[in-house]
């Protein structure tokens, strides 16, 4: 049992270091944290939401956008086609990326809070630590690269 539960971290840890896709994965992102800043931007300056609450609606927004890029792109050789297949992975990604999302939700609410660093600021803060959360589960759960 420990040889196959061995074998099985192996392949995923050999999958997860893709340099390729992991560059894609970071553009990617940086496109979506892009998306995610600037609608947050907008919604607190221009609405009444505080940066917490603005936070939730400019992430969902960056999430399809990611999603969207990276169907296309960072794992388009990986999943099954079709409408079916398609909203299961989108699903997947949302759950998974609400992990990388409280991640980056306790960051901002931490730093803004008690810190009182600016919210743009801690808000690329905490999608930097929520990144890794992200990278991996996308990888391993959405898109399940290992199965190759």
Known sequence: MSNSLSEAVRMRV???????????FVGVGAVGATV????????????????????????ELGIAVIFAINERWTFADYGQTGLWPLGKRFLRSNVVRFAGFLVTL??????????????????????????????????????????D
């Open 14 to 24: 050999r999958a997860l270091w893709s340099t390729t896709r992991f560059g894609q």
């Open 106 to 147: 306790a960051v901002l609410a931490v730093l803004v809070r008690q810190f009182e660093i600016w919210y743009v600021t801690a808000n690329v803060i905490g999608i930097g630590f929520g990144f890794f959360v992200n990278y991996t589960c996308e990888s391993l759960y959405t898109w399940q690269v290992h199965q």
């Open 36 to 59: 995610d800043n600037v609608t947050l931007v907008l919604l607190v300056e221009a609405t009444v939401l505080g940066p917490v609450v603005a936070k939730m609606l400019s992430w």
